[in-house]
């Protein structure tokens, strides 16, 4: 059990480390892009992880889930497509299918690319990094969850816009509560990658992209 002095320490690296740097990357509006510090945080995260908990790289590719949740979750998938697809089409309409139209190889690009280069990074900083390093402050289940969506809403806030936040708050409770069941991050990216693929498909990649080429 971690002393007083010990959650102290932790709680203050936690809010440095989620809350201290989207805020300075927030204030830098010449920062190239803030997908780029995904690949330097991952090595410091690793590192940590390696140190610091029974952590082991076949974590990484752990999958196990039954055909009965697949199948929950497909449903769950299908539903938020139609939901977005709905939401661009009455609200938004110039922008439907805004980059598949503009650039289809970038789109191409992307459906390739960004589910192993952002959403899986993406998902084991905010799913098994924060479940592993953090348990001593967040040791109920629904104070991890809680706690994966607010971080992971509040990294977005360097996309400068409120709804990328409240849509990856959502996001962040079902990736975060799939992942406390499951304890696959392999699962959970396959499902972030799978809704950035719609996202930017629909027409709401530019929420999540700054000057998104269209």
Known sequence: MLSFKGRIWLTLEFVILFFGIPVLVYLDREFIHP?????????????LLRRTS??????????????????????????????????????????LF???????????????FYPVFSAFGQEIIYRTFLY???????????HFVLASAVTFSFVHIVYYNPLSMILTFIGGLYFASVYQKRGSVLFTAVLHGIFGIMFFGVGMGQYFWLDMPL
Request: net charge positive; with cysteine.
């Open 98 to 112: 805004n980059l598949p139209r503009s650039n289809p190889w970038i789109y191409l690009a992307l459906c390739l």
């Open 35 to 47: 997908s780029i510090i995904i690949l330097p945080v991952l090595v410091f995260i690793f590192i």
């Open 132 to 142: 592993k390093r953090y348990s001593g402050i967040f040791s109920k289940g629904w």
């Open 54 to 95: 029974d952590f082991r790289w076949r974590e990484l590719i752990r999958w196990s889930i039954p055909r009965k949740v697949l199948a929950v979750n497909g449903v769950i998938v299908l539903v938020c497509a139609l939901l977005m697809l709905g939401y661009v089409y009455f609200f938004d309409r110039e922008n």
